[in-house]
């Protein structure tokens, strides 16, 4: 991740008010729901039983409880470092747990996504970044000698105990509705002391440059305390606006909550102290707490044997939610764990596509804030292209705040200008899992199709009769391509097929369907060479990339995939060759080459380059608490493995689905329970012994099920009320399966095997995360 200049268009701030989103910052606020039809009443038989059903052995609290602790962070020896230690947050507020450095005190970060500044026209790096709240520290009497803590992801909570030369500290902390409550006993001769520091309200990106000429700091914080023995910090904002923070002791409670509002710059006061009066107590905000995250985890189930990863997959889980929720702000690239970073924002070229990746199989869509993020500020994304082309197009530059405040750069200037278009890939994710058409008719038509025209100004007919584009950048690639660069002529051909199939989707008969179809006739193929894709035309894949950038037509899109024969040779040499120049590659080069690989069906090889990133001899690798780092937080690539998982256990690109595409041959059992998939589809399936014994899926939408089995032998297809299924064999392992909304289908061959969903024996064991 670089800086671009920034060219800036601001249209007026929307009001920011730091106010909890509810128990589900909280599933998703009005308007953020992903909707989905009523189910039809599905048949029965006699009796009033099905003929078949899944025997689930993970619905009860036991089962659950029991299950995530085999997942949970161990720590026994104290954390130093913000990635080596325990980490809490409910989508907005946010902390990390490690040592003070230079002390025997413990450190309790308090961040927040919303506190940002308010100066847009210092750009995203310093007048819009995110901005320090402040820590906690947790001073004992005695010198630190031991820890003992957990991390239970079940209950969202850090518990354990601190021995030092004095006694022993007994911790239990979590983060719910935008408050930090912690619960601390003393034993022996410890005492209880907290000691809350405000930090200075400037940019992380201090650490690596000086602020921009006519930046002037913000106003020094105060402090004050309420009629009912409340402290508050309050930090005004130059730019407007208000950063507060309230925290009170009550016995061995401490309780504290920040608020943020701008323009308003008394708001956040009135909401940090709200947010106390409403969280009461540890108690009482435990039990609220720990409803919300038990019934999250029930949505979906998937176990497989290898005990490092599976656990790791199932943090990624928990940390995903800990960051975000819809409606609440977009992942900046430390989510709400703000440290020391060259990079305090959004960035749109990479980053916020790979962190919300693996919400849809993991059937989250109510942490999707990246779609609403979207939908609400369609404004700024008109002001954030030039002048002349406001009418009619849309776009972001590299990296924004959370309202997208970022000017793009024009084609022709040698700019990076698909960012937009890219993030769209994501929300059309969104759709293709929930099908909903709101989605589709009030953000993805919408402002794909101004993204798509702002393409459209630019190009140009050749000498050879094909359409070409103007030089832009290939993101993080340092040459420059004179002409097509693939990262945009991919964008473009997928926007273009997107908007013909949204507009007939919608029943819009647009105007600009012609000129889509034309597009999509006399685009320039993607340059290609003997190594395979290109940077661009006339510019060679030639030095080691960390950025898969060049390849986005294989993968996210799809458009070149491996079910088009003709095609598989120019994948496999291009994936080959961007990894046979080493030198710059990165965590996410890593989890981008293994979920191509499973693309091919080729598990082992997907595996192998996925244990790369876990690898701590690699130079940038995964780290204790699964989080990740460079020269600063990023939060993208840890999650972007669980995608990597994700495309070996399921994928459903294309319009088929997939089960157990490429699973490494080492594991030969796995467990699949309502992954969604494309279409609207709850997939469960299980694998024994290195063979899939049985699929169901369900439909929540209605739509045509295209499934690739995977399956030998005479097929048996059942309806959820016992008749056999409509089905159509399309050849290639797929059937195509008449499956009404709201109903199920089991597939399965020979006799009918047990239907039983459960965790699957360890095969191969491993350590937990943190510092056990």
């Known amino acids: 991740m670089t800086s671009q200049p920034e060219n800036r268009s601001p249209v007026p701030r929307r009001a920011v008010l730091g106010t ?14 992903h909707a989905e039809q009523p189910a039809q009443q599905v048949p029965t038989t006699r009796g009033g039983r099905h003929p078949w059903r899944l025997r689930d052995t993970m619905t009860t609290d036991g089962a659950w409880d029991g299950f995530l602790r085999g997942q949970d962070l161990l720590w026994s020896r104290l954390p130093a470092l913000w990635y080596e230690g325990p980490f809490l947050g409910d989508g907005l507020l946010g902390s990390m747990v490690y040592q003070e450095p230079d002390t025997h005190q413990v450190r309790f970060t308090i961040q927040h996504g919303r506190v940002q500044d308010h100066r847009p026209e210092f750009g995203s790096g310093w007048g819009t970044c995110r901005l320090p709240v402040g820590h906690l520290t947790l001073e004992p009497v005695g010198t630190i000698t031991a820890v003992d803590w957990r991390l239970s992801l079940w209950n969202a909570e850090l518990t354990g105990t601190i021995t030092t030369t004095a006694g022993t500290l007994t911790l239990s902390a979590l983060v719910h509705d935008e408050v930090f409550a912690a619960r601390v006993r003393a034993g022996g001769g410890e005492q209880v002391t907290w000691t809350f520091h405000p930090e200075e309200a400037v940019s992380p990106r201090r650490i690596s440059e000086a602020p921009p000429a006519g930046y002037t700091a913000n106003p020094p914080w105060t402090t004050r305390t309420t009629t009912d023995g409340t402290e508050q910090v309050l930090q005004p904002l130059t730019g407007g606006g208000q950063t507060a923070t309230s925290y009170r002791r009550t016995g061995d409670d401490l309780l504290l909550s920040v608020g943020h509002s701008a323009p308003s710059d008394t708001a956040a006061e009135t909401a ?6 409403r969280a009461m107590s540890y108690s009482t905000l435990r039990r609220r707490h720990t409803r919300w995250w038990h019934a999250f985890y029930r949505k979906s189930f998937v176990s497989f044997p290898d005990q490092r990863l599976q656990s790791f997959h199932w943090i990624q889980l928990y940390k995903v939610a ?39 199989g993991f059937n989250h869509p109510e942490l999707d804030a990246l779609a609403t993020t979207l939908r609400q500020n369609q404004e700024q994304l008109i002001a954030n292209v030039p002048a002349p082309y406001r009418a009619d197009s849309s776009g972001i530059g590299r990296s924004s705040d959370m309202f997208a405040d970022r000017g793009v750069g024009e084609p022709g200037t040698g700019a990076e200008t698909g960012d937009l278009t890219w993030a769209l890939h994501n929300v059309w994710l969104s759709y293709r899992h929930s099908m909903d058409k709101t989605l589709l008719r009030d953000t993805i038509f919408p402002v794909l199709r101004r993204a798509i025209n702002y393409y459209l100004h630019f190009l140009a007919p050749g000498s050879d009769g094909k359409l070409h584009l103007p030089s832009t950048l290939s993101p993080e690639y340092p040459v420059v391509p004179l002409r097509d660069t693939n990262y945009d002529l991919a964008l473009l051909r997928w926007g273009c097929r997107t908007l013909i199939e949204s507009a007939e989707l919608l029943g819009i008969d647009d105007e600009l369907t012609p000129r889509w179809q034309e597009v999509l006739t006399r685009l320039t193929p993607h340059p290609v060479d003997d190594n395979g894709f290109m940077i661009g ?3 060679p894949y030639a030095q080691s990339h960390r950025h898969y950038s060049h390849l986005l037509m294989v993968y996210p899109l799809y458009l070149v995939n491996w079910d088009q024969p003709g095609n598989r040779e120019l994948i496999s040499k291009s994936v080959a060759r961007w990894h046979a120049l080493t030198g710059a590659h990165r965590g996410y080069s890593y989890t981008g080459a293994a979920s191509m690989y499973a693309m091919t069906g080729d598990g082992d090889t997907a595996i192998s380059y996925l244990r790369k990133f876990f690898d701590p001899t690699t130079r940038f690798p995964c780290r204790a608490n699964t989080h990740y780092t460079e020269a600063g937080p990023v939060i993208e690539t840890p999650l972007s493995a669980s995608q990597s998982l994700h495309d070996m256990f399921c994928q459903s690109w294309g319009g088929v689905i997939r089960v157990f595409p490429a699973v490494p041959s080492a594991w030969a059992d796995v467990t699949l329970h309502d992954f ?29 099920l295209r499934l690739r089995h995977g399956l030998s032998g005479t097929l048996t297809v059942l309806l959820d009320d016992g008749t056999p299924a409509r089905t159509d064999d399309l050849g290639d392992g797929t059937l195509a399966i008449d499956l009404p909304r709201g109903r199920e289908v089991l597939v399965h061959s020979g006799s009918r095997p047990d239907l039983v969903i459960a965790p699957v024996a360890i095969s191969e064991p491993g350590p937990a995360w943190g510092l056990p």
């Open 272 to 277: 940090s102290l709200r947010n106390l009066r």
């Open 537 to 539: 035309a006339d510019t």
């Open 676 to 704: 969604r998939a494309q279409g609207a589809f709850l997939v469960s399936a299980v694998r024994k012994a290195g063979a899939t014994r049985f699929i169901r899926i369900k439909s929540l939408a209605g739509g045509p």
């Open 322 to 360: 800990s960051a975000s929720r819809a409606g609440g702000p977009v992942m900046a690239t430390s989510g709400p764990w703000l440290e020391p970073t060259p990079w305090p924002a959004v960035w749109w070229n990479l980053n916020v596509q790979l962190e919300y990746w693996l919400i849809h």
């Open 20 to 33: 909890a989103l509810g128990g589900a910052a909280a599933a998703a606020l009005p308007g953020t729901a």
